[in-house]
């Protein structure tokens, strides 16, 4: 019995290329300078970004992609945040596309949040124009005749002459090599942006993977497929650059031989990379992707890690004492949470409160701390999540009752001047309301977000309050 209950909680992946994965735990970090093949241009922009090694994860996909593998195999990477997964994928694409002669969009990466998204076309910005390539990014950040005018180059038109509309569309141009893309934005350029084409794309990207399969997204993911499948006997290998006969230390993951169903296969062909920090092993999920004979990387036994170096604690909270420091939450404009990202990178914000789907897959240097702040019901399932990480080191910390109740009067005047705000808006806007009944529910709808928006400008309002009770806890340390 005690066998078929240890089975149980050991559940083996469906998939049977999920069975067996490589565990890039066990590779060696590589210094930057004994990289092979690493383009000397390329080297020097990494030396610039102060990268002197790479991480484990970055040496096994570059084995795979510029090594031996050469890109033979789609890639399926599983490894926690901070482990280096972007510069994992970027460097090798930047490489490959290093010698191309035509610019047109080649790479595209698809990732959740513009976050996310802003955070890796930096890294890709940061190492492209070293060999000459252009990086674009489409996540309705700025308005999209904007973007448009960013992606595609539109011909010159000449006054007094006739245009043939079929013929003039061939004459848009790619203004880059590379695009960084969320997928609602990423549709409406397909749909919408004359010039925008995927048809000579080599290689695709699909970054925090899980979320993208959970949410359709407008169907971005058929889309992509279908649009790039016509393209894939028109152009070059993307493998096809030359490289030095002997690999020297390099050793390829893959099997000895010719890979099993490699043959037939229409070549060139899209080569997919997905990763994500808890990648899903749900069939009916991967199988969306159509991947071809891909190759599981992950970091490790459990599907579920934190990373390396943080230490996390549990703070257990009165269920009307919860004081946030700075907010950064989808409820901000992204220029709000751009500029807060950057104050809390260079320490300027000491804490930061956040909800998961902000901050997973999000890069923060030196952050040495983590707080998860839990009510009494919470902690039980809590524990639960930190089993599947394999963690059972997170302990309570305490925030004594007096270095609260001192604030108590300041948050109750904050919170009084929060309902004086609230019951005027109120007013306000049902004043609107009134002139115009058949706007009724629409103006109900703007004006509980009104709401919304004063709760919470009203509960960040008080900055003292806000910062002595973490400030207390920082003189304490």
Not at 74 to 83: A, E, K, M, R, W
Not at 346 to 365: P, Y
Not at 378 to 398: G, M, Q, W, Y
Request: proline letters at 5%.
């Amino acid at each position: 019995m005690e066998e078929e209950s240890e089975q149980k909680k050991k559940s083996v992946p469906v998939l049977p290329w999920m069975r067996s994965p490589v565990d890039v735990s066990l590779f060696d970090e590589c210094p930057l300078e004994l990289l092979p093949f690493l383009d000397p241009r390329l080297e020097v922009a990494l030396q610039n970004m102060g990268i002197t090694s790479f991480f484990p994860v970055q040496v096994a996909v570059w084995q795979e992609t510029i090594g031996p593998g050469s890109f033979e195999r789609d890639l399926c990477v599983n490894s926690p945040t901070g482990s280096g997964k972007t510069l994992a994928y970027a460097l090798p694409i930047v490489q490959m596309l290093s010698t191309r002669a035509v610019k047109c969009l080649r790479a595209l990466v698809v990732l959740p949040t513009r976050d996310l998204a802003l955070q890796v076309k930096e890294v890709f910005a940061a190492i492209a124009p070293a060999v000459g390539l252009s990086v674009g990014l489409a996540v309705g950040q700025s308005s999209i005749a904007d973007e448009i005018s960013e992606l595609v180059k539109r011909p010159k038109l000449e006054a007094g002459i006739c245009y043939d509309p079929e013929e003039f569309s061939l004459d848009f141009q790619s203004c880059v090599d590379i695009l960084v893309a969320t997928p609602g934005r990423l549709m409406d350029h397909i749909n919408t942006t004359k010039g925008f084409t995927l048809e000579h794309l080599c290689y695709l990207v699909v970054d925090e993977t899980d979320r993208l399969l959970r949410e359709a997204y407008q169907s971005w993911l058929p889309t992509v497929l279908q649009l790039t499948l016509s393209s894939d006997e028109s152009l070059f290998s993307p493998a096809s650059t030359s490289l030095p006969s002997t690999f020297g230390s390099l050793k390829t993951i893959r099997r000895f031989g010719v890979e099993r169903g490699f043959k037939g296969k229409s070549y060139p062909r899209l080569v997919k990379m997905v990763l994500s920090a808890t990648l899903t092993q749900d069939p009916s999920k991967l199988v969306q992707l159509d991947l071809h004979h891909p190759l599981f990387l992950t970091t490790g036994q459990s599907r579920y890690q934190l990373p390396e170096h943080l230490k996390s604690f549990k703070l257990i909270c009165e269920s009307k004492l919860k004081s946030p420091i700075k907010e950064y939450s989808g409820l901000q404009r992204q220029s709000i949470r751009s500029k807060t990202l950057r104050a809390f990178r260079a320490g300027e914000i000491q804490v930061l409160v956040s909800s998961d789907a902000m901050t997973r897959g999000m890069d923060v240097e030196g952050t040495g701390r983590c707080f998860t702040l839990l009510r009494r019901d919470e902690v039980t399932r809590f524990k639960k999540l930190l089993k599947k990480a394999d963690n059972n080191s997170c302990p309570i910390h305490s925030v004594p009752s007096d270095s609260v109740e001192s604030l108590r009067v300041t948050y109750t005047s904050a919170l009084e001047k929060l309902k004086e705000s609230v019951e005027s808006e109120t007013y306000r806007k049902r004043k609107i309301n009134s002139k115009s009944s058949s706007m009724g529910k629409g103006k109900e709808l703007n004006n509980s977000k009104g709401i919304s928006s004063y709760l919470l400008a009203g509960i960040l309002a008080d900055h003292e309050f806000n910062f002595a009770v973490y400030r207390s806890y920082a003189n304490e340390h």
